[in-house]
């Protein structure tokens, strides 16, 4: 947008993960590989620091985006994004959370509204912040633990997973701008697998 204005923020889309090389393509960063498929989908690079978090600003349909991609480790993830909804005045339903979820085979994803954070800490201190549960999410299937649930989070997929783990992807980021249209059942019935 060349010497034009941008639109003012409307929708703010979380990235969930840890941050450092230490955490780099584990399970628990798979809404960190979202934003990275989103920062391609775009055309921008979440490369500014706010809000605790590295940040983009995209246009989807004629409305602003902040794209982020919490710096705070997963478990406050709520600090970070409570504080930009305040900030950009986004109302929980506008605030789009990618995150893991161990309940879901590696390559799904599953779209909701709201609901419960469902045991995922960076779901639960997003809803802690954000005051409710309203809020929509994309939920990215890693697996069920094979052992104990912290070394299997913080484990990497194994390589038979990464095509079905680049499918769902390319899904999670094809369906936020059905969400940003208002065709969140069309997204639901397309990419819900």
């Given amino acids: 947008m060349l010497f034009g204005k941008r639109p003012a923020v409307e929708w703010i889309f979380a990235f969930l993960g840890n941050p450092g090389t230490k955490y780099e393509n584990t399970r628990h960063n798979a809404g960190f590989m979202a934003g990275a498929a989103a920062e391609k989908l775009l055309g921008v690079k979440m490369?500014?620091?706010?809000?605790?978090?590295?940040?983009?600003?995209?246009?989807?349909?004629?409305?602003?985006?902040?794209?982020?991609?919490?710096?705070?480790?997963?478990?406050?993830?709520?600090?970070s994004v409570g504080e930009a909804a305040r900030f950009y005045k986004v109302p929980p339903e506008r605030v789009l959370v990618f995150s893991d979820e161990m309940a879901l085979p590696p390559g799904s994803v599953r779209i909701r509204q709201s609901g419960s954070a469902g045991g995922h800490n960076g779901l639960k201190s997003i809803i802690a912040h954000l005051g409710t549960d309203k809020f929509p999410r994309i939920r990215l299937g890693i697996g069920e633990p094979e052992h104990e649930p912290v070394d299997w989070v913080l484990g990497r997929f194994p390589k038979e997973q990464e095509p079905a783990l680049k499918t769902a992807l390319e899904h999670a980021t094809a369906a936020v701008r059905l969400l940003v249209e208002g065709k969140t059942d069309e997204a639901m019935n397309l990419y819900n697998r």
């Fill in 47 to 79: 490369d500014r620091l706010r809000h605790r978090a590295l940040t983009a600003r995209a246009v989807i349909d004629g409305q602003g985006v902040l794209l982020m991609e919490p710096q705070t480790y997963m478990n406050l993830s709520g600090e």
